[in-house]
């Protein structure tokens, strides 16, 4: 939490961006169907070489041109952040799975999603690791939603029941502020809307970005 | 952690299981090279349609013949455990890393290994839900190394720096047993061998496991 983060600025319309979303957003939601489909596969094994090889060279001609590095986050013209790369809810992310995340504009962040098989711990339930990092991601939403953006500090999460795959959602809001620390309460919900995990969390923004924020009397960037 | 999971024995030789790793894990690090080279790609998007729709079709051959639901984990005829769809560990799971945990024998596991663009939060930084993501399955995984295998009952994280993207490393070990509880400590560590994110769980064997290890006598699975 030293160093400051590069968030380049970009020229994209509304119109550019849409049709990313279009575009790469479309590609990298066929290929977490792919995955799905090669984890849940039982074709012959000459048979699923060939597809191999076939990946390979798509691969390829998507290496045609790429940027140097990470996605990383920019910040477009018009002062929104453009976080497609994100492990949680980046649209270019095919990791991701991706969650959409609906912010009250009080403090308040909740999604619902499906995780499948591709999110799997114990037999036929999600696995625990996948909890926290999708309530990583709603708690530091519903931090920055209260206007109080913040890097995670600590989390603490308990595992009240298991979380079976499928249809799952996921709430946390600002619990209360101590100086730079926005404590952050939430849960995992399951299809049937019962609390299978408790979270809290604790959210500071450095030093170096309050100095920022400051420095340019700007507000916190808004998500798109 | 009620209902007990099933876990299905198969009837696999060494050699099939092997082959299953060659081929199907060969597969699936092919898609993790696809969806790396997808987030970062900047072909034109008539390029990128073309190859959407490429991806799309080789989909439908993967999914000619598949398993009902998920991947869930498997005993073999010789007793280890087939857990190849697990979302941290799994060889057949393209969102899985894959990790490669290694068990000292003494309640102790380690991992290195690279997190590129695809778990990326912060621009440039591992993203911090993935590192409570890696770390649930390194802790239970000491935990179970120790003898006491168990389910996440909680989990601690203290972010004390942010974590690059590339080489990391991530260690746990026990650090006590109070009843059927199993305390698990652990860090992630940057390129650089610097703690980033320091750890504690809590690892709890469900009563009807404790009933079951009981009743058949047997030792706890071993991990291939």
Redesign the interface.
Known sequence: ???P???DVVEMSTEEIE?ERE??G???Q??R???E???????D?E???Q??H???A??E???????P?????QLTSGGTVRGH????V?L????AVPLEIERTGDGRARSEFVL??????????V????I??????VF?EAAADGGTPG?????????R??TP?GKCSAEAWIDRREGVKTFVRGVMRDADGETTVEAEGVFILPRWAREALQRHESAPPRFE
């Open positions: 939490m030293t160093a983060f590069r968030y049709a575009v790469f479309g590609l990298a066929s290929i169907e792919l995955a489909a090669s984890l849940r596969t039982t074709i094994p048979a699923a070489d597809v191999r076939e990946i390979e798509l691969t001609r998507l290496r045609a041109a790429q940027i590095g990470s996605f990383g986050v790369g994100n492990a949680v980046g270019r992310n095919p990791v499948n098989a591709l999110y799997e711990g114990p037999p036929t339930m696995h625990g690791g996948v926290a990092l999708v309530l990583d991601q530091g890097m995670t500090g600590t989390l603490t999460l308990r595992y029941k298991n795959l």
